[in-house]
């Protein structure tokens, strides 16, 4: 009688008219042995499976669903490229600039978080981690820069009609054409350009200044070299490490006209403080040397065609339109010398943009 109560309470309850009692084999015993049934007895295999069918579910939508993405990007892409293909040009170009500007930030991360687990110094780095550094801070810089002018409301309809009509002052190398890259760097080259006789006629109205008489001699002979459309060699300056490591010639002492044409000799903005001229002016002329000193130990053998010329380019030369063997050569030079200075001769390795790309053989006139 009481059996079939508790019979009917666990029904009322909600529970399954299943048994009270199970039989079951313990492992060890030859008699089955009588007790309550288990969770697993009255609903068999039904948890197990409830929790394999969720995580499958769950993976066979998140499959599902990126599958169907997939489809629906690239119909829409053949979409714009058969409708629209000049908007199709620019739309896939900024997808891949996008990309290659998030492959370039996860290297960047990846090259911090190596010196700061082997307690590294930037220029400790190799040259290529060195390189990537130097060229991601410069572009995350413009890219800052561009992200603030766009916080206005309605700004950023504006300034995606801006990068539109000025990429070469608003846009990153990774959203540039092949051949708005090649335009551009000549471009940017005539503006160096531009500031190459003034930065002569500077170092001319301070020959004078000089004490030495070899030292204002090999000076004057140096500028006329160049003035007649001559190359000089490492040989050309070296005597005049002396001459750039004090005055008048030393970074200590260059006047405001002549910081401000090292400054677009350099391609930084020139429309500054004489104080901070002076700092970016040593700044980057520091991790130039830094840069040479780890290519020299990398070795120029090492570097691909394209390596080579960026180096160049970024070290004065216009290596556009050079054939591979001779800015090869002029970058050997150029760390000869570069490699062979103190960090008092810095001066020296700036003028050097000027003095040794300003009349190089085979470049263009």
Same mark, same amino acid.
């Given at each position: ?166 990429? !070469?002052? #608003?846009?990153?190398? @990774?959203?540039?054409?092949? /051949?708005? =890259?090649?335009?551009?760097? *000549? ?127 970024? !070290?004065? #030369?216009?290596?556009? @339109?050079?054939?591979?063997? /001779?800015? =090869?050569?002029?970058?050997? *030079? ?32």
């Amino acid at each position: 009688m009481a059996l079939s109560r508790v019979c009917w309470r666990h029904i009322s309850l909600g529970g399954p008219p299943g048994p009270l009692f199970s039989l079951r084999l313990q492992p060890g015993r030859r008699s089955p042995a009588w007790g309550p049934p288990r969770l697993c007895d009255l609903f068999p295999c039904r948890h197990s499976r409830l929790h394999l069918s969720s995580k499958v579910a769950v993976k066979s939508v998140f499959s599902f669903v990126v599958t169907k993405a997939k489809l629906v990007n690239e119909k829409y892409n053949r979409f714009l490229e058969r409708r629209f293909p000049r908007f199709y040009l620019v739309y896939s170009l900024f997808l891949q600039g996008f990309q290659m500007l998030w492959a370039d930030a996860k290297k960047a991360r990846r090259i911090k978080a190596f010196m700061a687990q082997q307690k590294l110094m930037f220029h400790q780095l190799s040259y290529r981690d060195m390189e990537h550094m130097r060229q991601f801070r410069r572009d995350i810089t413009k890219c800052l820069f561009l992200g603030i002018i766009s916080i206005p409301p309605f700004a950023n309809y504006l300034i995606f009609l801006l990068m539109y009509l000025f990429p !070469r002052q #608003l846009l990153i190398r @990774h959203f540039w054409t092949s /051949k708005q =890259q090649m335009e551009f760097l *000549d471009i940017y080259h005539a503006f160096r350009k531009r500031s190459h006789p003034e930065i002569l006629s500077c170092l001319e109205k301070a020959t004078p200044l000089v004490s030495d008489e070899a030292l204002r001699w090999h000076l004057t002979q140096l500028c006329n070299k160049v003035r007649n459309g001559a190359s000089p060699g490492v040989d050309d300056l070296q005597p005049l490490r002396e001459c750039f490591s004090d005055y008048p010639l030393n970074m200590v002492y260059l006047s405001t006209a002549h910081m401000k044409a090292l400054s677009r000799a350099m391609l930084l903005t020139p429309h500054l403080p004489s104080v901070l001229l002076r700092y970016r002016l040593r700044n980057h002329i520091t991790v130039l040397h830094q840069l040479d000193k780890a290519l020299k130990r990398l070795g120029i053998g090492q570097l691909t065609a394209q390596e080579i010329k960026s180096a160049c380019y970024l !070290r004065g #030369l216009d290596s556009t @339109h050079l054939a591979e063997e /001779k800015c =090869q050569k002029w970058l050997k *030079d150029w760390l000869q010398l570069s490699c062979s200075l103190r960090s008092s001769e810095m001066s020296l390795l700036l003028h050097a943009v000027v003095l040794l790309s300003t009349s190089y053989p085979g470049k263009r006139r």
